[in-house]
């Protein structure tokens, strides 16, 4: 089968045209088809840092994390799906396991769902990395009906999926941005954007909770910005964060008495936990995006397995709107 592989780590490195053999499904596990899969900042970071990475695959590399597609080959013991199903899922492209930057791609059935009817394989392809992220993160901060969350980053991969399912929870959703597109993205959200560039985090706290800060805090930014996300905090609240890769000073976390949910959500891959419940979040992502309450943002621009390296260049940019995807 075709595939476009790496042969080298590093920010020059270039996608290889490849063929490989085709997979065999194991135990457990199907033979999926591939339609499209998308590209994520952690697809990015393994293709420059390689080896650095703890979860980074041996070379030769075919990386690709997401994906949408059907099933053509399933295992004997293998429940709840058939030949020629719609699935999408995110389950390979690190470690020992094969990603979607292929033809044919195996993989474990626990990590898959049947893809949401009302959606394109383009659009379910670049829903499952974010969206069970965002769902882990609200589900473990509880969120509930009116309360107030204010999302960092609120047309990211990550976030435009967590002001989505934070409406869809019943909350009042926040959403820092930046650029006209992005306010009438999160406005179509029926969220409040609010300009990170214009607005001070004092100003934008006292304005939309009074100066009692918002109940959950969901940081796609993450790193420093953690400090601004403890700063719009309320008293009790909690933060949800995706990058905390660094030594932060928590004082402030410390007097405010606030709860921080650190979600990454590889550890089912990685280390083979409890993989079933991603498949579980796929099923309830499906059933959230068939009721119209979640639709993913595709980036504008469109790319297929030919000019694999200019989309991950399009990611890493910080240019795209919503989540790059490559047609297969």
């Known amino acids: 089968m075709k595939s476009m592989s790496l042969n080298a780590y590093g ?16 135990p457990g596990q199907v033979i999926v088809q591939i339609a499209a899969t998308s590209v994520n900042t952690v697809d990015t970071m393994i293709k420059t840092m390689g080896q650095d990475l703890p979860l980074s695959p041996e070379l030769p590399a075919i990386l690709g994390m997401d994906f949408a597609g059907t099933i053509t080959e399933m295992a004997q013991d293998v429940a709840g799906f058939a ?20 033809q044919f791609m195996v993989v474990d059935a626990q ?57 869809h929870l019943g909350a009042d959703v926040y959403a820092t941005v930046r650029g006209e597109k992005a306010f009438d993205v999160i406005k179509s959200y029926g969220a409040t954007p609010i300009d990170y560039t214009a ?36 008293l009790n609240a909690n933060v949800v964060t995706t990058v ?7 004082t402030l976390a410390h007097f405010k008495g606030l709860s921080l949910h650190v979600v990454f959500m590889l550890i089912p891959m990685l280390h083979n936990h409890k993989r079933h419940v991603h498949g579980e979040i796929l099923s309830q992502l499906a059933d959230i995006a068939d009721a119209g309450a979640l639709v993913p943002l595709l980036d504008a621009q469109d790319f297929d397995l030919g000019n694999v390296g200019v989309a991950y260049d399009r990611l890493s ?6 989540k790059v995807i490559i047609t297969v």
Do not use: W
């Not at 030949?83 to 292929?102: E, K, N, P, S, Y």
């Open 199 to 234: 607005e001070k985090i004092e100003d934008f706290v006292a304005k939309h909770t009074d100066g009692a800060g918002f109940d959950v805090v969901y940081d796609t930014v993450g790193g420093a910005n953690m400090v601004n996300s403890f700063e719009a905090s309320s």
């Open 111 to 167: 990590l898959i769902a049947h893809k949401p009817k009302s959606l394109s394989m383009k659009q379910a392809a670049a829903l499952p990395l974010v969206g069970i992220t965002a769902f882990e993160g609200l589900q473990r901060a509880g969120v509930a009906p009116g309360q107030k969350v204010l999302v960092q980053g609120g047309t990211g991969g990550v976030g435009h999926v967590v002001v989505q399912l934070a409406k």
């Open 83 to 102: 030949i020629g199903d719609a699935v999408f899922g995110c389950a390979g492209g690190l470690a020992d396991l094969q990603g979607a930057l292929a």
């Open 244 to 250: 905390s890769m660094l030594e932060l000073d928590l």
């Open 11 to 26: 920010a020059d490195a270039e996608f290889v045209a490849t063929e490989v053999e085709m997979p065999v499904a194991g």
């Open 317 to 322: 940019s910080g240019q795209a709107m919503g």
